[in-house]
């Protein structure tokens, strides 16, 4: 069983601020990072799929940094906005299959 | 809507019933998955197909769990005698091959009374 984590659980964030949070998961056998975002009732969405050390993605106000040799990814959004309230959960892909933290449950305030 | 499909979205059930779900894939993906969510949880892997050939399971799925891809396409996943354990959110994902992301659909949530 891979051990992936993710912190904090959740967060309250106000409109307009910006905010990060960690992922973090065995360094050693690293393939590649996924991270989704899961709105309440809808399809997990992938944003991103991360497979080199330094790597970093941005889609949008969203973007994620990796480092597999220590074993972390963090992911920010810059200016939340309310339609950004979703779980945003990461995934640590090994053969063939997603190992998934808990996730962090992100809620925007107007 | 070419995404990926899942049948019912809802299922209730009394203990002891058999339930099966059902998964359509976006067709062109040989790679079909199915996670298991339970609350405060992030889904869980249970088993993965290649066509219609199923490469893996989770010691999650006990011989209650039976999964199967005729053709390769749709996929179902078939609950015998039903515990309130089994109460979850099951997902189903597809992808054309490693690492790409996954394409989840929207899940079936089973409540076993």
């Known amino acids: ?110 | 809507d070419t995404g990926v499909s899942q049948d019912p979205r809802h299922k209730i059930t009394k203990r002891g019933q058999n339930v099966t779900f059902r998964c359509d894939p976006i067709s062109e993906h040989n790679r079909l998955y199915w996670y298991r969510q339970t609350l405060g949880q992030g889904p869980e892997f249970l088993t993965y197909f290649q066509n219609e050939a199923q490469l893996e399971k989770s010691r999650l799925l006990s011989d209650r769990f039976s999964a199967e891809r005729p053709k390769g396409s749709f996929s179902t996943l078939e609950i015998q005698r039903t515990e309130q354990g089994d109460s979850a959110m099951y997902l189903c994902a597809s992808s054309l091959w490693e690492p790409h992301e996954q394409f989840f659909g929207p899940g079936t949530r089973l409540t076993v009374l």
């Open chain 1, 1 to 110: 069983i891979l051990n992936v984590e993710q912190s904090p659980q959740s967060l309250h964030v106000q409109e307009g601020d910006s905010t990060n949070f960690t992922c973090s998961f065995p360094s050693s056998n690293f393939y590649a990072l996924h991270w989704y975002r899961w709105e309440t009732a809808k399809s997990p969405e992938a944003l991103f799929v991360m497979t080199l050390n330094g790597d970093e993605k941005k889609k949008g106000r969203i973007s994620a940094t990796l480092n597999t040799k220590e074993g972390y990814s963090y992911l920010y959004i810059k200016g939340s906005q309310p339609e950004d309230s979703a779980t945003y959960l990461c995934a640590f892909f090994l053969f063939y299959k997603l190992s998934f933290g808990a996730g962090t449950t992100v809620t925007v305030r107007a």
